[in-house]
């Protein structure tokens, strides 16, 4: 089955940038899509965007559009969310997973990295 760990997450100050990666292994990687979602202390986790792994279509959650950029390497099995003018709102559990169809769920995730956006 997918194994995907995430990495690069960390404190940063308001204003400030981390670029978080993700990658995939353990089988043949050929999904639809790779989401970013994130949960918050206290909240649910929620939609940050995804990328077509084919075609590199993306959607962006209004919350971070302009903010943040995905993209990938299909030939690393990694996708990258590049996050920008971070906020403290920010803060979260930022987790990849896997979207295998156009019409499937988000099924497989990675152990999740703390983003921690504070003065």
């Known amino acids: 089955q997918v194994q995907l760990v995430e990495s690069g997450g960390g404190l940063v100050q308001p204003g400030g940038s981390l670029r978080l990666s993700c990658v995939a292994s353990?089988?043949?990687?050929?999904?639809?899509?790779m989401g970013w979602f994130r949960q918050a202390p206290g909240k649910g986790r929620v939609f940050v965007g995804q990328i077509t792994w084919d075609t590199g279509i993306v959607y962006y959650d209004d919350d971070v559009k302009g903010r943040f950029t995905i993209s990938k390497d299909n030939a690393k099995n990694t996708v990258y969310l590049q996050m920008n003018d971070l906020k403290p709102e920010d803060t979260a559990i930022y987790s990849c997973?896997?979207?295998?169809?156009?019409?499937?769920?988000?099924?497989?995730w990675g152990q999740g990295t703390q983003v921690t956006v504070s003065p």
């Open positions: 997973a896997t979207q295998f169809t156009s019409t499937s769920a988000f099924n497989y």
């Open positions: 353990g089988r043949t990687f050929s999904p639809f899509a």
